[in-house]
Structures are given as C-alpha cells and as structure tokens.
C-alpha cells in the first residue's frame, strides 16, 4: 500500500505552486528513476507513495521530505547523489510557497513551538497590531493587499480556537512587550489580546526577559512542529526568504536550542504577571 509521505505547495487560488529548485530536483528524481528502468507506479510502491504523488515530487508541485530521500537512495541505488540535490534545496531560500506549506503543516500538527524577538508571533497579534505590522512593510502595500494579509493573518489564528488537543508554545522576548508598535493604544490591545489568547488550556506562553545572562536562540526567531505521525519539522526566516527545515539531524538542532531556551525564560505565571 502506499502511503503519502510528503505535500503540496498550495497557491492562494488551491492550484498546484512550484519553485525552480522544486522542479530541478524533481527532474532529478526523474531521470535517476527512468534510468533505474522504473515506471512512476514501481518506484511508487518503493518509496510508500501513489504514482500521482510521485508526479507531484517529479513535477515540482510536491516538496519531499528526509524521509522520502532515504527511501528514493534505497530504490535508486545508493549513490548519495539524491541526498545532496535534496540538501541543496532544502537550504535554497526565496521560496514563498514554502511558508503555505508550513501553514499547511501547522493545520496536522499536535504540537507547535515559536520564539519570537522582532513582533508578536503571528498567532497571536491583535487585527490592529496586524495591520501596524504590515504598515511598517517597505515596499509599502496599498489597501487591497494590507487587507488581504490582515485578513489571511486572522484566518490562520482560527488553528488556536479549533485544535484544542494541539499543544502551542510560545516564547517572546520581553523586548518586543515594550515596544510601542502602531502606538500606546495598539500596544495595549495587543497585550490585552495575547493575554486572552493565553488564558487557553493548551496555549503556554512565556517571556525571555531582557536582563537574560544565557540566550540559546540569539540566531533569530524560529518555529517547531511535530505531526501526529512522529514527522518533526522546523521553519526559519530572514529579512526576505523563509526557510523550511527538514532534514532531521538540522531539526534535532533547533529543537535543542528551543528546549533550552524553555528553561531559560521566565515561567507561564511569571510571565502573564509581567504582561499584566
């Protein structure tokens, strides 16, 4: 039986989305596969994937995961070169889609952890505080697409209300608590509304205050997932790409240093007191 392992890239109109080093490695794929002397549906069953999801992957229109590679290695003869055409594009930045993909990940996981110390994570701002964020955009946007990113930002805040099961951790550095973002007024709702959403059973938040001695994620924000299948993922950004990180021994990393940040900053109660 085959089982779907990896996803697809989803534009805003649900079509299929692709990236040049998508489709480079999946034309890799390709060829070493038709060299092999194997049809879409042989490989397929090789790797635990329908022939469809094969074409997906071979096609640009699906992102691969580590597992996936190590499969393909196995049915592909072992060479190694698959594994490094795949290390190579899961660093290349610059690929949006790659966000819709995470956000698509967000939707199936059972746990979720963000560091934040530029603005309020995402999940969590006010609409107000939103539409400050995005004002602050240089290029500027004009109305229409201020509204439609607000309005896309409070749609994936929806995740925080219908998955209670899921777990969220959150931890922001106390630096960004004390900035004036969109003015006092804006400020202030926006903590109102990170309170609120804290009050939630399965929400734990925490602030890494400023007077830190030891910062285990001074290399910027990040976020962690787990699936419900035991699948870990990690995604990063910069001033103007985003990074979704899947191979496993660069998850176990970042994994590590949230983990010690945890125990770095101020505890759940503390924290809603320093808010409050």
Same mark, same amino acid.
């Given at each position: 039986?085959?089982?779907?392992?990896?996803?697809?890239?989803? =534009?805003?109109?649900?079509e299929?989305e692709?990236?040049?080093?998508m489709?480079?490695f =999946?034309?890799f794929v390709q060829?070493?596969?038709?060299?092999?002397?194997?049809?879409?549906?042989e490989f397929?069953?090789l790797v635990?994937l329908?022939?469809?999801?094969?074409?997906?992957?071979?096609l640009?229109?699906?992102l691969?995961d580590?597992?996936f590679?190590?499969?393909?290695?196995?049915?592909l003869?072992n060479?190694?070169?698959?594994?490094r055409?795949?290390?190579?594009?899961?660093?290349?930045?610059?690929?949006?889609?790659?966000?819709r993909?995470?956000?698509?990940l967000?939707?199936?996981?059972?746990?979720?952890?963000?560091y934040?110390?530029r603005i309020? !994570?995402g999940l969590l701002?006010?609409?107000?505080?939103?539409r400050?964020?995005f004002?602050?955009?240089? !290029?500027l946007?004009d109305?229409?697409?201020?509204?439609? %990113?607000?309005?896309?930002?409070?749609?994936r %805040?929806r995740l925080?209300?219908?998955?209670?099961?899921?777990?969220?951790s959150?931890?922001?550095?106390?630096g960004?608590?004390r900035?004036?973002? =969109?003015?006092?007024?804006?400020?202030?709702?926006a903590?109102?509304?990170l309170l609120a959403s804290a009050?939630?059973?399965?929400?734990?938040?925490?602030?890494m205050?400023t007077?830190?001695?030891?910062h285990?994620?001074?290399?910027g924000p990040?976020?962690?997932?787990?699936?419900?299948d035991?699948?870990?993922?990690a995604?990063a950004?910069?001033q103007?790409?985003?990074?979704?990180?899947t191979?496993?021994?660069e998850?176990?990393?970042?994994? %590590?240093?949230y983990?010690t940040?945890?125990?770095?900053?101020? !505890?759940?109660?503390?924290?809603?007191?320093?808010?409050?």
């Amino acid at each position: 039986m085959a089982h779907d392992i990896g996803w697809t890239a989803q =534009g805003q109109g649900g079509e299929p989305e692709s990236s040049d080093s998508m489709r480079t490695f =999946g034309g890799f794929v390709q060829g070493l596969r038709e060299h092999a002397g194997l049809s879409r549906e042989e490989f397929g069953a090789l790797v635990h994937l329908s022939k469809h999801s094969v074409e997906s992957i071979e096609l640009g229109r699906r992102l691969a995961d580590e597992r996936f590679v190590g499969l393909a290695e196995g049915a592909l003869g072992n060479t190694g070169a698959l594994r490094r055409a795949f290390r190579h594009m899961a660093r290349q930045p610059g690929l949006a889609s790659w966000f819709r993909m995470w956000a698509r990940l967000e939707r199936e996981a059972v746990s979720l952890d963000t560091y934040e110390c530029r603005i309020l !994570p995402g999940l969590l701002q006010s609409e107000a505080y939103a539409r400050a964020a995005f004002g602050n955009n240089i !290029p500027l946007l004009d109305e229409e697409e201020m509204e439609t %990113q607000v309005q896309a930002r409070v749609e994936r %805040q929806r995740l925080l209300r219908e998955r209670p099961n899921t777990s969220f951790s959150f931890i922001i550095d106390e630096g960004v608590l004390r900035s004036h973002l =969109g003015g006092p007024e804006v400020m202030r709702g926006a903590l109102d509304h990170l309170l609120a959403s804290a009050s939630a059973r399965n929400v734990h938040l925490q602030i890494m205050p400023t007077n830190y001695k030891e910062h285990a994620c001074l290399a910027g924000p990040l976020q962690l997932l787990e699936t419900g299948d035991g699948r870990r993922f990690a995604y990063a950004e910069g001033q103007q790409h985003g990074w979704l990180i899947t191979d496993v021994k660069e998850v176990v990393i970042v994994g %590590q240093r949230y983990a010690t940040l945890r125990s770095q900053a101020l !505890p759940p109660g503390d924290s809603k007191d320093l808010l409050k």
